[in-house]
């Protein structure tokens, strides 16, 4: 596939990946994965947009306009087909969305399945396509995320450069999807990957920024949503901005809470879960059409002002069910949208409560409903960085962010200590079994490649060795005898023991020397992928009792250009003080 010179370049940027300090090849990385997730998502919006604007008269959110039978029959049909997909698949086959993507981060060392990318693709496209009350945010985290993977594995790049190259799929389509590349960046850091680190920065702002301006050059530099200026009247408003965070709050808790119940309902045949919610979220659609897709137009109406009360009420309890059943169930949507939705429906309720009954107050419906989405999002994800850009880059207006940060601490601390509810992705693996392993020394053990801390200084003979051969390999000053037969059982040895051995030997010149036989000292080494992190290699020592590692390179490069299957030396020591 690659020339011999490719070859050595790319087994050169694979020793240089497993290091921490290895930005300028992250970075150039970012910007390959940053275009190739954008393109991604471009073919994913296309798919879902043309279609809809076409049917829709020029508007894909207006589903408003079908009559009330197609908004009855579409939704079920649609899960429908995704049913019948879904059947043809094994369960670890129908995992998609954001959870899965940070599962595979945190347990399989960010390698996200092909299949399942495929998966994703395909019945996230029906789900919109069908009027689901899903968002499209959780369908372009996995799609941005698992091109990145791909990108990452066919490189055959150590598993520590795949955390990075995973963010920045993620930041690229977040920032294509919202045009929104400072969300973009701050989601993926903080959601996805849960740290912050100057090598993880930099390669994630370049990919959010190349996915912006793929975007921008199909779709238009045109923001998500048009807003006009807004701020608050007066400091006396914090109060009312505070009890809001406090509603938000709940609702958030009940959001978090109602998608782990109905996830844990397994008594049920998954295909029957999904026309069940095809079926409600057709009953709905009768009579409440805007619970419908992922309900952007809504929510422009609601920040201009023009929707009542009540609708905004009845719209955002019909939403916090129908979105938190159609995923728990298994539809392959995403919450951020819906989320959004809630958060601007119930801000802009709470705001012409507050014009009614406080009028001196000074409220604006569209200011709350823009603070409702940042709340809303903040406490549901605990990512409360990630909503106050996602807010700022909506508004284009910094005279926002004071009050919004009032809300969204309100509301994230409520969630958190209050309801004791976490991120609903955290909660989501949890609730179905899966461990994140997380923590600051498994964290830091994850970001280092064991090339970056192995030892190289070694020779590989074989046990059995004469006089004049042993000398021979030991001028070149070793540190460590790899001792191989058949290229099977490796054992390791000190230079320094097989020196002593030679030189207290009585032997004749040409007799032989068993390495095995000497007095020293012996590892048994195990094999371990020379893609493999630091933390790969703590888990294997502390679940096998592993002595010791020789870092296996098996690549292609190998085979073709005769370099050695043992790349390098890691015993326990070295991952110590790699880590201290």
Known sequence: MFTPFVQLRLDRLRHQLAHLDALPQLTLLGFICGLAAALVIIAFRSLVELPLEHFLGGNSESFESLPAYARFFLPVAGAATIALLMRTLSSSQRHVSVGHVIERLHNHQGRLPLFNLGVQFLAGAIALLSGQSVGREGPAVHLGAGTASQLGQWLKLPNN???????????AAISASFNTPMAGVIFAMEVILMEYSIAGFVPVI??????????????????????????????SELPLIIFCGLIIALFAACFIRLQLNFQQIKHINNTY????????????????????GVGYDTIEATMQGSVGLTLLLTIAFAKLFLSTLSVGLGMPGGLIG?????GACLGGALGLIAEALLPEAGANTSFYALLGMGAMMAAVLNAPLAALITVLELSYNPNIIFPSMVMIVTSVVVTRQVFGCDGVFIEQLR????????????????????RSAMDTNFAICNRRLSRASLQQLLCSHPQWLVLEENNKDKLLLLAADAATALQ??????????DLV????????????????????????IQEQQIDAFFVERHTLSQKRLALSPVAGILMPEHIQEAYQ
């Not at 450069?161 to 930041?171: E, N």
């Not at 190349?210 to 807003?227: L, R």
């Not at 036989?517 to 294997?540: F, N, T, Y």
Request: aromatic residues 4%.
């Open 161 to 171: 450069s795949l955390r990075t190259l995973i963010g920045c799929g993620v930041a």
């Open 206 to 235: 370049l990919a959010s920024v190349t996915g912006a301006a793929v975007a921008q050059a199909t779709f238009g530099s045109a923001p998500a949503f048009s807003v006009a200026p807004l701020q608050m009247s007066s400091l």
């Open 273 to 292: 879960k999904l026309l069940l919610v095809g079926l409600l979220t057709g009953l709905t659609a009768i009579f409440v059409p805007q619970v419908m």
């Open 338 to 342: 819906p989320m959004l939705f809630i």
């Open 431 to 450: 609730n179905a079994g899966f461990d994140l392993h997380s923590g600051p020394i498994n964290r830091a053990l994850e970001r280092i490649g064991v």
């Open 504 to 513: 207290s030997s009585e032997t004749i010149e040409n007799s032989d020397i």
């Open 517 to 540: 036989e000497i007095p020293a000292r012996r590892w048994q080494l195990s094999a371990i992928d020379q893609q493999a992190s630091l933390l790969d290699a703590q888990r294997l």
